[in-house]
T-cell receptor, first 115, second 114 residues
Framework: AQTIHQWPVAEIKAVGSPLSLGCTIK??????LYWYWQATGGTLQQLFY??????VESVVQLNLSASRPKDDQFILSTEKLLLSHSGFYLC??????????????FGEGSRLIVV | GEQVEQRPPHLSVPEGDSAVIICTYT??????FYWYKQEPGAGLQLLMS?????DRKEEQGLTVLLNKKDKQLSLNLTAAHPGDSAVYFC?????????????FGHGTILRVHP
């Protein structure tokens, strides 16, 4: 069975400090991977997607970047955090060939508080 | 672009009653419809997915209705129990390759009280 693991579970970071959030999926080869962001008490917004190693597409500009160094790994990062980066970051995957449309399966999320 | 309105934002029902959440979308090209459940501090759990060629789908105490004419999607939890208390999100997607872009509603906080 496929599993998706995000790390860290939670972080409290200072404004201007760097950030790295990770996501690993096991049990699926060549999945499409996605980063979504959820502001506190808000809805979800797609940030990035990747369909293959080394290729990442940005959906919104939030002074964040993403990379896919391995088939099963997706990294979200920034060199300088802003207060507005606070929220809940969710990684999701979708099978390469999905006959059920755009069904996404989400990880457990990483909560970020920027102070 | 696609916009999704979800209502009500808060819903409190006694145990055993039904809970109904409704989403209205704007893009007639929308083809895929989802309901997710989020428990406190957790990720999103997929409850049900529906294609545009389906008007009604029932699974394990959940009923999803799709009214394409009115661009409305609903989730009905029949006989809700306290374990159903969570935030529920609808999400929709147009046909598309690999972008994985779902447009979410703003969520409904459901509380089922004993």
């Amino acid at each position: 069975a496929q599993t998706i693991h995000q790390w860290p579970v939670a972080e409290i970071k200072a404004v201007g400090s760097p950030l790295s959030l990770g996501c690993t999926i096991k049990g699926k080869s060549s999945p499409n991977l996605y980063w979504y962001w959820q502001a506190t008490g808000g809805t979800l917004q797609q940030l990035f997607y990747s369909i293959t190693v080394g290729q990442v597409e940005s959906v919104v500009q939030l002074n964040l970047s993403a990379s896919r160094p391995k088939d099963d790994q997706f990294i979200l990062s920034t060199e300088k955090l802003l207060l507005s980066h606070s929220g809940f970051y969710l990684c999701a995957w979708r099978p390469l060939r999905d006959i059920s449309g755009n069904t996404l399966y989400f990880g457990e999320g990483s909560r970020l508080i920027v102070v | 672009g696609e916009q999704v309105e979800q209502r009500p934002p808060h819903l409190s029902v006694p145990e055993g009653d039904s809970a109904v959440i409704i989403c209205t979308y704007t893009d007639s090209a929308t083809a895929y419809f989802y309901w997710y459940k989020q428990e406190p501090g957790a990720g999103l759990q997929l409850l049900m997915s529906v294609f545009s060629n389906v008007d009604r789908k029932e699974e394990q105490g959940l009923t999803v209705l799709l009214n394409k004419k009115d661009k409305q999607l609903s989730l009905n939890l029949t006989a809700a129990h306290p374990g159903d208390s969570a935030v529920y999100f609808c999400a929709v997607s147009a046909p598309g390759a690999n972008t994985g872009k779902l447009t979410f509603g703003h969520g409904t906080i459901l509380r089922v009280h004993p």
